[in-house]
Each structure stands twice: as C-alpha cells, then as structure tokens.
C-alpha cells in the first residue's frame, strides 16, 4: 500500500492507495464497526481476503446461513441502536438476505449490508451466481446501490451509515462488483452528514406542540400510546417525565416493549390482538389519544373504521408517511419522539387522572380472574407457556434480553416478560418472521455481553434456522435457549381451533430430539416437562457458564388471550 500526500486547496490530505476491498474494511472501521455477520463466496472474496489482515481490528461473525447473519445483525442493533453490518456474496448469498431487510424494514433497524456482484463486464449476462439484487431488495431496503468502480466504495459506504441511521432507521444495501473491489483508489473517508432531498428529521413545529399541549390539558380521558420510536429515539426518560407530569396512563405495542418499567405505575400494559385487556377496551373510550413513535399497525388497531372514533388523535411521529396512513391525526407533531415530548412535557400543565387510570385497573382485575392468573399459576397438570415466563422473570430479576420468535409463545413472552431496563425486548413484530429468534439471540448477547440473553422459541421457528446453533457454539455466546415445545404450530392451530371449526391442517409436528440435536452442535442441553421440575432446569439453564438449550413440553392445545380477532374492533377483545 503506497502513502500519497495531495493538496487540495490549503490542506494535505493523506490518501493511501489500496484495492477496494481494502477500502470497504477500511471505511467499516471509520464507521466504528468492531463485528460484522455474514458469508464468503466467489463475488464477495476480494473482501474476505481484505477482512483477513484486520481480524484484531474487525470481528467476523460466520454464520451458517445468510438469513442468520441478518437476523444476527438486527439482533445486534436493536440492543445498541448501532446499526448492524452483513456481508454476502452475489446471487443466493444476497438473496438470503432477502427476509431479514423486509423484517428490518418494517421494523425500523438500521443494518449496512454488503453484497459482492459479479465483475460488471458481466452484468446482465447471467453470469454465475449473477442476480439483480438491486430490484429484488428495493421494496425492503430504505436505500440502495450498486457500485462498480473502487473510487465509489467509501462514499458509498459513508450514505449508507448515514441513511441507515438518520431519521427512521431501516435497512441498506450496497452491492459492489467484483472488479471494483480488486481495483484500487486513493482511500480517504469523510462521513456524511446529509445531502440535499433527504430530510430525515424534519424540524419541530412549535404551533402544533402549543396546540397538542392545549388539547391534552383539556382531557378527561387522555391515554398514550407508545411504540418503538421511543427507543430508537432514546427517549425513554422523556417518556416518562410526559407521563408523570400529565399523569396519563400509557401502553406499549409489542415493539415499544421495555421503553418503560413494566412496573411504573402508569403502565397499563400492551395493545394489539394479544395485548392486554384495558388498553384494548379504553381505546375506544378516550377522549385524547396520544400516540409515539409508533405506527397504528393494523394487529394493533383492529378494525379501523370502529377505532378511537370518539377521540381526538395526537401523533408524534418521525416518519411524514406514517401520519394519517392508517388513523386521521387532529394533531400531528413531525419531529424525533426525544425533542417532541421534551418540548410537549414543557407545555403541558401537571395532573392526574386518578378515576381514569383507575378503569385500566378495574379491567386489569377481570383479565388477571379469567386469563392471567390461570396462565401464571395454572392448577391442571400440564405446564404453560406463561408460568415459564414467570420464572424467567424471577431469575433473571426483570434484567434479562428476552429475544422470541413468532407465534403463541412470542405473544406469551410480550404479554408475561416483565422488564427492568429499556432494549430488552427484541422480536420480529411487523413482518412475523418464523425462525429471527434464534439468530437474534446470538447477535444481542454479542451486542450486550453483559446482559443475561434468553431466546424463547416454539418447535416450529426453531427447526427453520436451528443451523445457527453451529455459530452459538463456535462463538459460545452463552444464550440461554427455551423451545417451548408444544408438538404443533400453535399459533396457526390455534386459529384454526377458533376459526376453522379445528381442523387441524398440516400444523402437527413430529419433532426430532432436541437435546440430542443440541448436544450434537456442542451446547449442553436437557427437557423437563414436570412443574415439579421446571425451576431447577430453568436454574441449571441460567447458571450453565455458556449456551443451553432447555425444551419445555407445554400443553398441547393451549390458546392465547385475550384476542381481537381479525377484522374486530379493539374494544370487542375476547377473553376467553
Ligand atoms: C417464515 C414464516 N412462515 C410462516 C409463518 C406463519 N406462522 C405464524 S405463527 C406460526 C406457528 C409457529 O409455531 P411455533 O414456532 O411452534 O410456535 P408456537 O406458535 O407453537 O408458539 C406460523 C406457521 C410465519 N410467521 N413465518
């Protein structure tokens, strides 16, 4: 690698020539990336060999799957609020990635992901392992690009950090030949900092807040919704200054999960079609509905046309093209959730709701008769998937990172996880991505080593990328594995229990052995499906100095309530 000194106007810059690969390690590292995930193949070697000169500097995360290496990234991110790095080859190491950028997408994480392609005298001739990613990923990345000369490689990485970061976080790729990356350049890096059309946080409207704060002043009945821009915001302690000053009771969606203690007094749990009761219910009663960093997603709003008909709406929210998408605001505060609520808090006078916050309990006491109390502390034999979820609330004293795939046992853990500290849930909430969980896991354990990391996963997700049990071995991130085992894809059973008059098409599984299969990866592993049992395998589990896998056989045929059924109103929520 040469040293050139160029002058540019007064200054020197130092520039050292090396080969784009080089340049695309090089620029990672200006980023302050110290781990990146992913998989080698042939349109993405020249960086592989790169990455082999800097492995002090750069840690590589092989996974086992492209679609691991993703999962793992956001895992990473969404305990950091850094955003996490991939790389993969051309063709179907690109198009693995595909699942992971729409889960990202949708839920707001920021990840770079670096493809390699194909020399670009060979673009468009179907060369080997040649796809378009740049089609196929442009509805699920928030930006990409494709760069073919070695020059292009550090500015290209700069916008991808920045947009990745800035304003909504969401996914980028950029996919970069083959020649480009053998190529060289004079290698400098500036970050970027913004370029014109992009406005990713728009400025605060000191009008609307006035007016927001007027209308909230005047509720009888004002209640907060909030979501995950809160934590993307790291808005957590405005939150709570919002909430305690007005004295308005508030509920997170599954993604805003842990931005607040479960314990704080104003908490009234979780919407959506598997939240909690209250917040379900007195959605439709409110008079002010204040929501925050959050996107009235359909499985939280039920029915549009019966939704808070009766209140005014607020929306804080970063994103212009979330406003009025699914629910007409009567106020809409467009700015980053942190700045918004400090300056809403401000103008806002200090009350309480004492007789309105009291409703949320009242409802909260016929769901803990007729579904908490049954699920937590069940008298029949057979173990549940909640009194599991308990107990790993007990050991880990509400401080653990609960990581869950999808289905009942992702909604059970949401609804009975209880949490300390913000960034502790970490899920696949928008797209419902059978299989995150386990990829996730590890990414979050190596994003927050310290932190006690628990992966709560049914038989079904497990088996679709249990492969990465090979990369928890390899790297013995000691995540702390729970199938909870109920022989069938229970959310879907449960459907068709509920739905489809129990015809139970294609959702029984006949399942390996688990524990054999984890022991044969490495990682110490035992069953129990004993209540007797259950604590002394869930300690063994915690206390196991690394990974552990522990099956839990749980009842069969157990449903999850309460539900808002597709197509119903929130405030038509079933108990049982
Ligand atoms: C990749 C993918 N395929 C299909 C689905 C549809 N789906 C949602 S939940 C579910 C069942 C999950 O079963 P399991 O992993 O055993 O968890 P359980 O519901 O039993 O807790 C299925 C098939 C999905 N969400 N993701």
């Keep these: 690698?040469?040293?050139?000194?160029?002058?540019?106007?007064?200054?020197?810059?130092?520039?050292?020539?090396?080969?784009?690969?080089?340049?695309?390690?090089?620029?990672?590292?200006?980023?302050?990336?110290?781990?990146?995930?992913?998989?080698?193949?042939?349109?993405?070697?020249?960086?592989?060999?790169?990455?082999?000169?800097?492995?002090?500097?750069?840690?590589?995360?092989?996974?086992?799957?492209?679609?691991?290496?993703?999962?793992?990234?956001?895992?990473?991110?969404?305990?950091?609020?850094?955003?996490?790095?991939?790389?993969?080859?051309?063709?179907?190491?690109?198009?693995?990635?595909?699942?992971?950028?729409?889960?990202?997408?949708?839920?707001?994480?920021?990840?770079?992901?670096?493809?390699?392609?194909?020399?670009?005298?060979?673009?468009?001739?179907?060369?080997?392992?040649?796809?378009?990613?740049?089609?196929?990923?442009?509805?699920?990345?928030?930006?990409?690009?494709?760069?073919?000369?070695?020059?292009?490689?550090?500015?290209?990485?700069?916008?991808?950090?920045?947009?990745?970061?800035?304003?909504?976080?969401?996914?980028?790729?950029?996919?970069?030949?083959?020649?480009?990356?053998?190529?060289?350049?004079?290698?400098?890096?500036?970050?970027?900092?913004?370029?014109?059309?992009?406005?990713?946080?728009?400025?605060?409207?000191?009008?609307?807040?006035?007016?927001?704060?007027?209308?909230?002043?005047?509720?009888?009945?004002?209640?907060?919704?909030?979501?995950?821009?809160?934590?993307l915001s790291e808005a957590e302690n405005e939150l709570k200054a919002f909430v305690e000053k007005t004295g308005i009771p508030a509920a997170w969606t599954v993604l805003g999960l842990s931005a607040m203690p479960t314990d704080h007094p104003l908490n009234v749990g979780m919407l959506g079609m598997h939240g909690n009761y209250a917040p379900n219910k007195l959605t439709n009663e409110c008079d002010v509905l204040i929501a925050v960093g959050m996107r009235f997603d359909d499985r939280v709003t039920g029915d549009l046309s019966r939704y808070a008909k009766q209140a005014k709406v607020v929306h804080l929210e970063i994103d212009p093209a979330e406003i009025d998408k699914n629910v007409k605001t009567d106020i809409a505060i467009l700015g980053d959730a942190k700045e918004s609520l400090q300056l809403l808090t401000s103008l806002c006078s200090e009350n309480n709701h004492d007789d309105w916050v009291q409703k949320f309990h009242d409802l909260k006491a016929i769901e803990y008769d007729q579904v908490i109390q049954k699920e937590l502390n069940p008298d029949k034999p057979g173990l549940t998937m909640g009194e599991v979820i308990r107990r790993v609330n007990g050991l880990t004293d509400s401080e653990a990172v609960v990581v869950t795939d999808v289905g009942q046992h992702q909604m059970v853990a949401c609804r009975y996880a209880t949490f300390k500290q913000t960034k502790s849930n970490v899920t696949s909430g928008g797209l419902g991505t059978m299989g995150f969980c386990l990829p996730a896991a590890l990414g979050a354990k190596l994003g927050a080593p310290e932190r006690a990391v628990v992966a709560v996963i049914g038989d079904g997700g497990f088996q679709m990328t249990l492969q990465e049990l090979g990369t928890i071995f390899q790297t013995n991130a000691a995540v702390k594995i729970i199938i909870l085992n109920n022989n069938f894809l229970g959310m879907v059973r449960q459907w068709q229990q509920l739905f489809f008059d129990k015809r139970y098409s294609s959702t029984e599984l006949v399942n390996p052995d688990f524990v054999t299969i984890s022991k044969g990866f490495g990682i110490e592993a035992s069953s129990v499906s004993e209540r007797q049992y259950l604590d002394a395998a869930l300690k063994t589990m915690m206390d196991h100095d690394g990974p552990y896998l522990l099956e839990v056989m749980v009842e069969k045929e157990d449903n999850v309530f309460p539900m808002v059924p597709t197509g119903a109103s929130v405030e038509d929520v079933r108990l049982s």
């Design 1 to 231: 690698m040469d040293t050139l000194t160029k002058t540019v106007g007064e200054k020197q810059i130092e520039k050292q020539s090396m080969a784009g690969s080089e340049a695309v390690i090089r620029s990672l590292l200006a980023e302050g990336v110290e781990t990146v995930f992913g998989y080698p193949g042939g349109a993405i070697m020249p960086v592989y060999d790169s990455l082999w000169h800097f492995q002090e500097e750069l840690k590589h995360i092989l996974t086992r799957h492209e679609q691991g290496a993703i999962h793992a990234a956001q895992g990473m991110a969404r305990v950091t609020n850094k955003p996490g790095v991939v790389f993969a080859t051309s063709g179907p190491g690109a198009t693995n990635l595909i699942t992971g950028l729409a889960d990202a997408k949708i839920d707001s994480t920021p990840l770079v992901c670096i493809t390699g392609q194909v020399a670009s005298p060979l673009l468009g001739t179907d060369a080997f392992q040649e796809t378009d990613i740049i089609s196929i990923s442009m509805p699920v990345t928030k930006w990409n690009t494709q760069v073919t000369k070695a020059e292009d490689i550090p500015s290209a990485i700069a916008k991808a950090f920045y947009i990745a970061t800035s304003g909504r976080p969401g996914p980028v790729l950029i996919d970069i030949t083959k020649d480009a990356q053998f190529a060289s350049l004079d290698f400098s890096y500036k970050k970027c900092n913004g370029f014109r059309s992009y406005v990713p946080k728009p400025a605060l409207d000191h009008d609307e807040v006035e007016k927001a704060a007027r209308l909230i002043d005047s509720a009888k009945k004002p209640f907060i919704l909030f979501g995950q821009g809160i934590i």
